[in-house]
């Protein structure tokens, strides 16, 4: 359970909520949510990753209560989630058959299906677009429908995954199966040596810059050799219900956007014939966490003495909740303890 900083008397506390909502809303134009949705659609796939809940209206709501704060707006979906019931268990995703938005390879140039570039931040200039302060509705309205206009179909036709030809020559190593139904963290407590069903399920609701500084320091040297993306895809994955009076057929009740990545890494010592993968895949268009999250995938498989191959220190320190908690209650009276080392210090001081 994470931590929550509140102190001082009932009318001072009054008084600052009061005053946190005159921040939150600063002026009488109203930040309408289907602008936040739309408009700031990476923050709202971010806070919908941390969170482990998949509801973007929600989230919405959440970022714009907190006025924009990251922990903040995932605490407060986390929050929510706890309160529902799950009534349903969805089949396994398919991923290999979703309807793709954006599909690359780094390890080899022409792939099954072909490389789909999408929608990225990776090849523009970098560079403030102080035009985007002049927008007016009709100039947002023109674009929109001249985008739609020339807007190529998205990929229905499921693309086979760029490991697969690899697997079939045998040179990638591959997990060990399990008939074991997969570990849900947000029902029993994570235990150590964790499975990989939980670690994957912690990395996917872990804090991004969190995983992103562990997937980094494993690739400066601390840990193992550089991995190659063997495949980024992002779009909509369908979600299948077992139908209740036959448990052989599926009911469609939707899709869900998603990012999904493997990379390729060097194996380890007992088979240097081989390459060994990592992967990752969270809610939306979040490519660097999906990426670092299949880093530290291969890292904790492997193990070793760096931080990113450390289990332990990997899965309890990066979630969000419990890492902001913990920082934040520092602002809670600690008035006797920091007296005792008050005190402490000055008879040494005193001692002759």
């Given at each position: 359970m994470?931590?929550?900083?509140?102190?001082?008397?009932?009318e001072?506390?009054?008084?600052?909520?009061?005053?946190?909502?005159?921040?939150?809303?600063?002026?009488?134009?109203?930040?309408?949510?289907?602008?936040i949705e739309?408009?700031?659609?990476?923050?709202?796939?971010?806070?919908?990753?941390?969170?482990?809940?998949?509801?973007?209206?929600?989230?919405?709501?959440?970022?714009k209560?907190?006025?924009?704060?990251?922990?903040?707006?995932?605490?407060?979906?986390?929050?929510?989630?706890?309160?529902?019931?799950?009534?349903?268990?969805?089949?396994?995703?398919?991923?290999?058959?979703?309807?793709l938005?954006?599909?690359?390879?780094?390890a080899?140039?022409?792939?099954?299906?072909?490389?789909?570039?999408?929608?990225?931040?990776?090849?523009?200039?970098?560079?403030?677009?102080?035009?985007?302060?002049?927008?007016?509705p009709?100039?947002?309205?023109?674009?929109?429908?001249?985008?739609?206009?020339?807007?190529?179909?998205?990929?229905?036709?499921?693309?086979?995954?760029?490991?697969?030809?690899?697997?079939?020559?045998?040179?990638?190593?591959?997990?060990?199966?399990?008939?074991q139904?997969?570990?849900?963290?947000?029902?029993?407590?994570?235990?150590?040596?964790?499975?990989r069903?939980a670690?994957?399920?912690?990395?996917?609701?872990?804090?991004?810059?969190?995983?992103?500084?562990?997937?980094?320091?494993?690739?400066?040297?601390?840990?193992?050799?550089?991995?190659?993306?063997g495949?980024?895809?992002?779009?909509?994955?369908e979600?299948?219900?077992?139908?209740?009076?036959?448990?052989?057929?599926?009911?469609?009740?939707?899709?869900?956007?998603?990012?999904?990545?493997?990379?390729?890494?060097?194996?380890?010592?007992?088979?240097?014939?081989?390459?060994?993968?990592?992967?990752?895949a969270?809610?939306?268009?979040?490519?660097?966490k999906a990426?670092?999250?299949?880093?530290?995938?291969?890292?904790?498989?492997?193990?070793?003495?760096?931080?990113?191959?450390?289990?332990e220190?990997?899965?309890?320190?990066?979630?969000?909740?419990?890492?902001n908690g913990?920082i934040?209650?520092?602002?809670?009276p600690?008035?006797v303890?920091?007296?005792?080392?008050?005190?402490?210090?000055?008879?040494?001081?005193?001692?002759?």
């Amino acid at each position: 359970m994470a931590y929550v900083a509140v102190s001082g008397g009932e009318e001072a506390i009054e008084e600052s909520i009061r005053l946190l909502d005159f921040y939150r809303s600063g002026t009488d134009k109203d930040l309408e949510t289907e602008a936040i949705e739309n408009k700031l659609s990476l923050l709202v796939d971010r806070v919908m990753s941390e969170a482990g809940l998949y509801a973007k209206t929600l989230a919405v709501l959440a970022l714009k209560q907190c006025e924009g704060s990251m922990e903040e707006a995932v605490f407060l979906l986390r929050a929510y989630r706890s309160t529902l019931t799950r009534n349903y268990y969805t089949r396994v995703v398919d991923t290999e058959g979703m309807r793709l938005t954006r599909r690359i390879s780094a390890a080899f140039k022409d792939i099954a299906g072909g490389q789909i570039l999408g929608a990225t931040y990776d090849y523009t200039h970098r560079l403030i677009d102080f035009d985007i302060g002049r927008e007016t509705p009709a100039a947002l309205r023109r674009r929109i429908a001249e985008t739609l206009a020339a807007q190529a179909p998205e990929d229905i036709t499921p693309c086979p995954r760029v490991s697969a030809e690899l697997k079939k020559e045998g040179l990638i190593d591959g997990f060990a199966q399990s008939d074991q139904a997969p570990h849900d963290v947000t029902v029993h407590t994570l235990e150590f040596p964790a499975g990989r069903s939980a670690r994957l399920q912690t990395l996917s609701r872990a804090d991004t810059g969190f995983i992103s500084g562990l997937a980094y320091s494993a690739l400066r040297g601390f840990g193992q050799a550089h991995p190659t993306v063997g495949e980024l895809r992002c779009g909509y994955a369908e979600l299948c219900l077992p139908y209740p009076l036959d448990e052989t057929e599926s009911v469609y009740i939707g899709e869900i956007m998603i990012t999904e990545v493997e990379c390729f890494n060097a194996a380890d010592g007992k088979n240097q014939l081989g390459l060994a993968a990592g992967y990752g895949a969270v809610f939306g268009r979040s490519e660097t966490k999906a990426i670092a999250m299949a880093v530290l995938d291969r890292e904790l498989e492997a193990g070793g003495p760096y931080p990113a191959q450390d289990e332990e220190f990997v899965l309890t320190h990066g979630d969000s909740l419990e890492m902001n908690g913990f920082i934040s209650h520092l602002k809670l009276p600690h008035y006797v303890t920091f007296q005792s080392k008050l005190d402490a210090v000055r008879k040494r001081r005193s001692a002759p």
